[in-house]
C-alpha cells in the first residue's frame, strides 16, 4: 500500500465530527494567519507609504521655504526656517547644501553625518533595526537647481505602530482560535449527535431488527431526515414481506422450470449424439467418395452454384495441372480452359440457372497450367439435393 492510499484508508477512518471539527478549526487558523501575518503586512505597508508621501510633502515644503534664503546666502533666515522645520516630530536631521557642495545650513548634522545623509537609495526596505529614513530633493529658484536638501525621518514611531498592530493582531487570532475551536466542537455535536442516532439505528437494522425506527424529534433538517429514513425503513419492511412472497413464488416456478430443463437437456443429449453419429456416417461417406474418385480414371472438377471449385480428383488434377488446394481459389476458366470456350464461368452459371441438363462436348481442347494442349471430351451435370434444388455442378472429362 502506497503513501496515498494509506492516507485515503486515514481519511475514511475519521468520524464525521472530527471531520467537522478538522474543517472549522483549518478555516479558524487560516484567519488566524491572515490576521497575525497578512493584516500587519499590509498595514505597515500602508504606513510605509504614507510616510514615504509625508516626507516627500514635507521636503517640497522646506525646499520651496529655503529657496530665498539659500539664494541670497542669508543663513538668519535659513535657521529661522529650520528651526521652524524641527517642529515635525518625525525629522531625525536636515541637511541643506548649495552648488558647489557646501553645507549652508543644517539641523542634527553629527547624525546626519553619522547615517551618510548623502547615499539616498533609490528604494529603502523598511526593516526592524532601521531607524530612519532619507530622502533628498532639489532646491530651485525662478526654475534653477540652486542646491540639495537632505531629510532623515525616524523609524522609531513606524516600528511602534507596526508592533502594536501584530500584538493586538496576534491576540485577537489567538481569541478567535479558542472561540472558534470551542465553537466548532459545540457546531459538531449538535450536528452529529442526529447522524449518530441515524448510525446506531441502522446498525441494529443491518443485524436483523427491522422493527426499529429512529427516534428524532424536531422540524430541523437532521429531523426532516431521520422522518424520510424512518419511511423508508417502513417501505424497506413491506418490501422485504414481499420478496419473501415472490421467492417463494420463484422456488415453485424454479421447481418446475428444472424439471422442464432436465427433459428438455435429455433431448438436447438425443439430438447431439444423433448429430454426431450423422457427422460420421457423413465423414465416413465423404471419405468413401474421395476414395472412389481417386480411383477414377476420369477428370472430376466439383463446383457450388456460383460455379467455384469444391472438389477435385487426381486425375482432374494431373490433366489440368492445377492441385485442389491452388485450384479452389481460382475461377473455374482458368482452371478448366477449354481453347473452344473461354467463358466458361457464365457457361456454367447459365446452365445452372436454367436448370439446363448436362451437356456433353467432344473434341475439346484442354489447356493446363503449363500451357499444353489436350484433346478432350467433357460432361456438364447439375447435382441436385434431396428436394430437387440445385446445388453444384460436376465436369467429367478424359482426353481422347
Known sequence: MNTKERKGNILFKVSIKNKL????????????????????????????????????????????????????????????????????????????????????????????????????????????NQIYYKTGMPINHNNLTIGTLYLGFSLIPLHEEVYLIRYDGMILSLSILLIGFLASIGISNLITLPLHKIVETTEKISAGNHKERISIQGTDEMSKLAQACNIMLDKIESAHEEVDKVNKELEIIVESRTAALSITNAQLQAELRARRQAEKDLSSEKELITTTLSAIDDGVISTDVNGKIILMNKAAEMLTGWLELHAAIEPLSKVFRIAENHLMDQTLIHILKNRQPSISLENGTLIDKNGMSKKIVYTISAIRDNFGEIIGSVIIFRTV
Not at 79 to 93: F, M
Request: aromatic letters at 12%; charged letters at 15%.
Open 21 to 128: 471539527i478538522l474543517t472549522q478549526t483549518f478555516i479558524i487558523v487560516l484567519v488566524t494567519i491572515f490576521l497575525s501575518v497578512c493584516y500587519p503586512l499590509q498595514m505597515k505597508a500602508r504606513a510605509v507609504s504614507a510616510l514615504r508621501e509625508k516626507s516627500t510633502a514635507t521636503g517640497h515644503f522646506i525646499a520651496l521655504n529655503l529657496s530665498q534664503s539659500l539664494y541670497n546666502k542669508d543663513p538668519r533666515l535659513a535657521a529661522e526656517i529650520v528651526e521652524s522645520a524641527r517642529q515635525y516630530e518625525d525629522l531625525y536631521y536636515l541637511v541643506v547644501q548649495d552648488n558647489a557642495g557646501q553645507i549652508f545650513t543644517s539641523f542634527n548634522l553629527p547624525d546626519a553625518i553619522g547615517a551618510d545623509y548623502q547615499s539616498v537609495p533609490a528604494r529603502q526596505n523598511f526593516y526592524s
